[in-house]
């Protein structure tokens, strides 16, 4: 299924245009696949231009601009982010660790002015230097429907392990 | 080579420009420094703001040793083991909070925040055995510099100030950060990396690296920026300030941030000058606000565990001989403009933290250090680079060139003093 890829008329008569489940499901999969190969290029390609990619720390903060965060990255820093990546100078991420994860548990509600919520979960295992780490999530997606498809306009990723010490991390959740 | 097991031989692991590989990566030697080092002398627990009222506590480390740190109601500062004097059980497990007492969640004893026992269930079986004086939380001696708190399990140690001596200018230079308004803790990155504690202390004044290691920070700055992060090329220096603390200055210019308020304002802050402007500062006001927000231009190094770094504080927990916990302390204005406390954390999250644009190299910077003294058990880590100190500097005549490892001999000179003690 091409869903990045399809123009779709919005549908006016439905009374929010909440994005069904599948369509989500598929976007979120596709999304899961890029960031695993490091697809980070394409991957800058879902957002919308005002969408904020948040790693916060504290679980039940609310207001993450005025928060101390792990990444809070507006289309600037999410650029820089990914040339950082990408540029092979990054001892973490040249190579990062290998990761592979799954996304589920999906729930959709209607969100304000045609934003769609989805919120999952996600575990991811990383692998580098002959330590694997399993790592737990949940994610909130702010999904709009746009000409070609299916946008993010934000993406809050908090780790199980948010407020506890990490590690060196050099590719995306 | 052989390891010597105790006392005397470790001297012979440090030299004047090398110390050995065994340092490391011998977990007798470990042991020894939890002992010797963190047992013996002031070691950093927090900040005064991260305890701001009666009643506040915060969870930190003394070495291994896990302790909470405490604001009573007489407003006095406290530190004590985070351990039941019953069986032992942690009595605080939240990070931070408020609280008046703290009941052990085993037999329910419960403690004062100044240590006391109040409170025993069923005490009447004890019979007379039980003197409730004799069982509070053990408190640590705890003295305070500039709102930062340090503790020490040694009583008869000679006083912080004392201990800090030719630090203590530099702890006020760097607390000018707060632009006129108290230094607040804002949040802190927490991260682990695998390898030993003291390939952070030696990182805290290495700007030998930078430019390398962070290479991808400086590509991601404006060209006016990544000037301002030329930390090899602005006549920066590195000096001993004795007891095992050191200074590296990269950034000259930003020594006193309240000098040079009439420079231009960067571009990068432009907007939040403007933001400030019409909030109604002064332009006098915004100038030191904008300046500040920018963070300092030096590393200062407290011997053994923390740093205030730039714009952070940067504290070390050794967790085990290959294993060391960082956390990186954003700090902002108490009562400032709330403008400005945003853009220091955007700023602090940039480079720091788990997923920074700085961190995540130099944590595997120094786990590669780990992995690479797997080898060569009979080879030394060299620290000899830039011994001698420059001619006519206007710091001084004992300081040495910036990317010099002059820091890191200061402080395995204090390691040798204190573990031949
Ligand atoms: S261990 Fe704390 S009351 Fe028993
Ligand atoms: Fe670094």
């Given amino acids: 299924m091409s869903t990045l890829e399809q123009t779709r008329e919005p549908k006016m008569t439905e009374p929010h245009d909440v994005i069904p489940l599948a369509d989500a499901c598929a976007f979120i999969w596709r999304e899961a696949e890029m960031l695993d190969q490091q697809d980070y290029k394409a991957w800058l390609d879902l957002w919308t231009e005002k969408g904020i990619y948040v790693i916060p720390i504290e ?63 996600q575990m991811l295992v990383e692998f580098k230097f002959e330590r694997t780490r399993v790592v737990g999530a949940d994610v909130v997606y702010r999904l709009v429907r746009t000409e070609g498809g299916i946008a993010m306009d934000g993406k809050v990723v908090t780790l199980l392990n948010s407020d506890e010490p990490l590690w060196g991390v050099g590719y995306l959740f | 080579m052989d390891m010597p097991a105790t006392g005397g031989g470790f001297a012979d692991l440090v030299q004047d420009d090398r110390v050995h590989t065994a340092l490391y990566k011998d977990p007798a030697i470990f042991d020894e420094e939890m002992d010797r080092i963190f047992k013996n002398t002031w070691v950093w627990v927090g900040h005064v703001s991260e305890v701001p009222q009666k009643g506040s506590f915060k969870k930190s480390w003394v070495g291994q040793q896990p302790v909470i740190v405490t604001r009573t109601k007489d407003d006095e500062i406290h530190v004590l083991l985070n351990r039941c004097r019953h069986r032992a059980a942690t009595v605080c497990e939240k990070m931070k909070g408020k609280t008046s007492v703290f009941v052990c969640p085993y037999h329910g004893w419960s403690y004062g925040l100044d240590g006391k026992l109040r409170a025993v269930p069923h005490s009447s079986v004890y019979g007379e055995d039980l003197d409730k004086s004799q069982f509070p939380l053990v408190s640590l001696r705890t003295e305070q510099y500039n709102g930062m708190i340090f503790a020490t399990f040694k009583d008869d140690i000679e006083p912080l100030e004392d201990f800090l001596g030719g630090a203590k200018k530099w702890i006020d230079l760097f607390m000018k950060q707060g632009a006129g308004y108290p230094v607040k803790v804002l949040g802190e990155h927490q991260f682990r990396f695998g390898g030993n504690w003291k390939i952070q202390l030696e990182n805290t004044t290495d700007a030998y690296h930078f430019p390398i290691v962070h290479k991808t920070f400086l590509d991601s700055l404006d060209a006016e920026t990544e000037n301002v992060f030329d930390v090899l090329g602005q006549g920066g220096w590195v000096e001993d300030l004795g007891n095992g603390h050191s200074l590296m200055v990269m950034i000259p210019d930003l020594v006193d941030l309240e000098e040079n308020l009439d420079a231009p304002i960067p571009e990068r802050f432009a907007e939040l000058a403007q933001e400030l402007r019409d909030e109604g500062y002064e332009d006098l006001e915004v100038r030191r606000i904008v300046r500040a927000v920018g963070g300092g231009g030096f590393n200062l190094n407290l011997f053994p565990n923390v740093a205030c770094s730039m714009a952070f504080f940067r504290v070390l927990r050794p967790v085990s001989v290959d294993e060391t916990e960082i956390r990186h302390v954003a700090i902002g204005m108490d009562g400032g403009p709330e403008a400005g406390n945003r853009m220091r954390m955007r700023l602090h999250e940039h480079f720091q933290g788990p997923m920074g644009f700085g961190s995540p190299d130099d944590a595997e910077g120094w786990e590669r250090v780990q992995r690479g003294a797997a080898s060569g058990d009979d080879l030394w880590i060299m620290v000899n680079r830039g011994k001698e100190p420059l001619v006519d500097h206007p710091a001084g005549e004992a300081v040495t060139d910036v990317s010099a490892e002059t820091g890191m001999r200061a402080a395995y000179q204090m390691w040798k003093r204190m573990m031949s003690a």
């Fill in chain 1, 59 to 121: 679980r039940d903060e609310t207001d993450y601009a005025s928060a101390l965060n792990i990444a809070y990255d507006d289309a600037g820093m999410r650029a820089a982010r990914v040339k950082r990546l990408k540029s092979g100078f990054s001892m973490s991420s040249a190579p990062s660790a290998r990761t592979v994860r799954t996304t589920s548990r999906f729930v959709v509600e209607p969100g304000e002015d045609g934003v769609t919520i989805v919120r999952c979960a």
